[in-house]
Nanobody, 126 residues
Framework: HVQLVESGGGRVQPGGSLRLSCAAS????????MGWFRQAPGKEREWVAA????????DYADSVKGRFTISQDNAKNTLYLQMNSLISEDSAMYYC????????????????????WGQGTQVTVS
């Protein structure tokens, strides 16, 4: 069955960096739209970044563009989120998510595109 397991979260000072990982199993990694989302206490879950298509196209929320980088290692079936220049507003639970085998890349920012979710990893910037 499909499983997504995030790791790499923790506490970091403002301006610091973290790299999140998401180990995927149960599906062919490169055929899906993969995304990172986050949810801070009292706020709705928001989309952060996505990687999709055979060429590994990427897209970012304006709030993280230029600071975060999404990437994937198809051989390892692992998704990454490199987060640099972290600010307090980046503090949240971060989730990776995977679409089904058929998806519309036009909806890559929409939570409904993603069928599978990890359990989350906490990032605290303070």
């Amino acid at each position: 069955h499909v499983q997504l397991v995030e790791s790499g979260g923790g506490r970091v000072q403002p301006g610091g960096s973290l790299r999140l990982s998401c180990a995927a199993s149960g599906f062919t990694f490169s055929t899906r739209c993969m995304g990172w989302f986050r949810q801070a206490p009292g706020k709705e879950r928001e989309w952060v970044a996505a990687i999709y298509g055979r060429g590994g196209s990427t897209d970012y929320a304006d709030s993280v563009k230029g600071r975060f980088t999404i990437s994937q290692d198809n051989a390892k079936n692992t998704l990454y989120l490199q987060m640099n220049s972290l600010i307090s507003e980046d503090s949240a639970m971060y989730y990776c998510a995977a679409s089904g085998p058929v998806y519309s890349s036009s909806w890559r920012r929409n939570q409904g595109t993603y069928n599978y979710w990890g359990q989350g990893t906490q990032v605290t910037v303070s």
